[in-house]
């Protein structure tokens, strides 16, 4: 294989090179500097820049109706096409020498947002700088004024919505109010209530009074049965043998008649009475009958209370389920009502505390000023570019 010859390369010989033609480099050197010089100064135009802070703040009063917008949103809602066609009229940009339009508008801005912040940084360039202040302070006031305005209605109309609502819900409210209250007064459920159990505890009294007669029953069956059978052992009549010398009259007579026969005093004669234990025991089984008879006709009467308690005592029992149920469903109803006459209220008076107390929402904080000096070209900077690339350029072609 051939060798490869490496060919050393001395420094020295390249700086003689740069020496012998340092006028190529220096030329070029100069030709670089100057153009830049030339353009920065005569060809570029100035651009001044101008900022705008705005806060963004959250609403002091939570409304469920009206979206809080982010600060993210906010960003977005500053390029509003509405918003730079009313600027552009209003400072006149779309006439002669500068016509600028919508499109110009937004390449000329740039929006940041300060980390941890709540603020909005609206930053604009352009080559006026009258000009640049105006145009960034219009646009951010038409930008604040233009979405309080959009907040407002959105409220306002909510407002004029749910007021609505809030009186057809306020008028059913009042009609279930008053026919709950209508109906507690002619259809009380406690006044049911109260009558069962003032018959509940007639009935309790008269069972207990049926137990006690019937108690009684058997008593005085078992009485009776014994008081029959007692008579039956009785003789009703007794017949007593007796001698008329006993006879108290016949005593008498005796006296009176000296003559008579002396055996009349051996006569006697057959009386007959009443057996008192015989009579006795009629006039106790005849107590006996009474008593039987008067507690049958109680049980009786107590057995017809009892079961015209009992078909009563159903009856109320079933109006007070059917009173119950449309008392629930009235109460159902007055509590939804309720509900939502107080949702709705709520509403309406956190839109009016927004209507009144939100608006700084979106505040300007800091107004761009009129910039002195311009923040591009940097002409020094451009020189002393254009000096260094000229000056490698040199070195190159030399």
Not at 196 to 213: A, D, N, P, Q
Request: proline share 3%; hydrophobic share 40%; no cysteine.
């Amino acid at each position: 294989m051939p060798e490869i010859q490496e060919e050393e390369i001395d420094l020295r010989e390249y700086i003689n090179v740069l020496l012998k033609r340092k006028g190529v480099v220096i030329l070029i050197f100069l030709i670089a500097v100057i153009a830049a010089a030339l353009v920065s100064y005569f060809y570029l135009k100035p651009v001044y820049e101008a900022n705008v802070v705005i806060a963004v703040s959250k609403p002091k009063i939570k409304n469920s109706l009206v979206d809080e917008i982010s600060i993210e949103e906010y960003k977005n809602l500053i390029k509003d096409i509405e918003i730079e066609e009313e600027l552009i009229q209003k400072l006149n940009l779309d006439k002669p020498p500068i016509e600028v339009t919508p499109y110009d508008l937004e390449r000329m801005i740039a929006i940041e947002l300060p980390k941890g912040t709540n603020l909005i940084i609206m930053s604009l360039q352009f080559s006026n700088p009258k000009l640049t202040k105006d145009i960034i302070n219009t646009w951010a006031t038409l930008f604040v004024e233009k979405n309080k305005r959009l907040y407002f209605n959105e409220v306002k109309k909510d407002k004029i919505n749910i007021e609505e609502k809030l009186k057809l819900a306020e008028q059913e409210f009042f009609e279930i109010e008053e026919k709950l209250i209508k109906f507690n007064e002619t259809d009380n459920v406690e006044t049911i209530e109260s009558k069962i159990k003032y018959k509940m505890t007639r009935m309790s009294s008269f069972e207990s009074r049926l137990i006690e007669i019937q108690l009684s029953l058997e008593k005085e069956n078992a009485k009776k049965e014994q008081i029959v059978a007692a008579l039956n052992e009785q003789e009703k009549v007794l017949k007593l043998n007796k001698s008329v010398v006993d006879d108290q009259f016949f005593q008498q007579l005796l006296s009176d008649v000296s003559d008579a026969n002396l055996e009349i005093a051996n006569l006697t004669y057959v009386s007959e009475v009443t057996n008192p234990i015989y009579y006795n025991l009629a006039q106790q089984l005849i107590s006996t009958n009474i008593s039987i008879n008067s507690l049958i006709a109680e049980e009786n009467q107590l057995k017809k209370n009892i079961d015209d308690f009992n078909a009563s005592l159903e009856d109320l029992k079933k109006e007070l389920t059917e009173k119950k149920l449309i008392l629930a469903q009235l109460n159902r109803e007055y509590s939804a009502k309720e509900k939502l006459y107080n949702n709705f209220y709520k509403q309406v008076e956190e839109l009016r505390l927004s209507s009144a107390g939100e608006s700084d929402l979106l505040k300007i904080t800091s107004l761009a000023y009129e910039p002195r000096e311009p923040i591009k070209p940097n002409k020094k900077l451009n020189i002393l570019i254009a000096g260094v690339l000229g000056l490698f350029v040199g070195i190159f072609v030399a």
